[in-house]
């Protein structure tokens, strides 16, 4: 090899090969960020399939109960 740094459109393979040697920080960063898109597509249909469905929601408003309110005494409410 001439030592000349190999661009990266002239043989893909060549240079990440060059770049897991010569730069090993950056070319994992860059190797691990690509897979963000891909496990966005993959993981939840995975999941599915192998039984872990996901969480109920969790309620935005509190549950106000159907009927009269109880008419509370002893705690200093008969004050009107």
């Given at each position: 090899?001439?030592?000349?740094?190999?661009?990266?459109?002239?043989?893909?393979?060549?240079?990440?090969?060059?770049?897991?040697?010569?730069?090993?920080?950056?070319?994992?960063?860059?190797?691990?960020?690509?897979?963000?898109?891909?496990?966005?597509?993959?993981?939840?249909?995975?999941?599915?399939?192998?039984?872990?469905?996901?969480?109920?929601?969790?309620?935005?408003?509190?549950p106000v109960p159907s009927g009269p309110r109880k008419k509370l005494t002893g705690y200093d409410d008969d004050t009107e």
């Amino acid at each position: 090899m001439n030592g000349a740094t190999p661009r990266f459109w002239a043989g893909p393979l060549r240079y990440c090969r060059w770049a897991a040697r010569e730069r090993p920080g950056l070319f994992w960063a860059v190797a691990i960020g690509a897979m963000g898109p891909v496990t966005l597509v993959t993981v939840p249909p995975i999941r599915r399939m192998i039984g872990d469905e996901d969480a109920a929601p969790i309620p935005l408003t509190y549950p106000v109960p159907s009927g009269p309110r109880k008419k509370l005494t002893g705690y200093d409410d008969d004050t009107e």
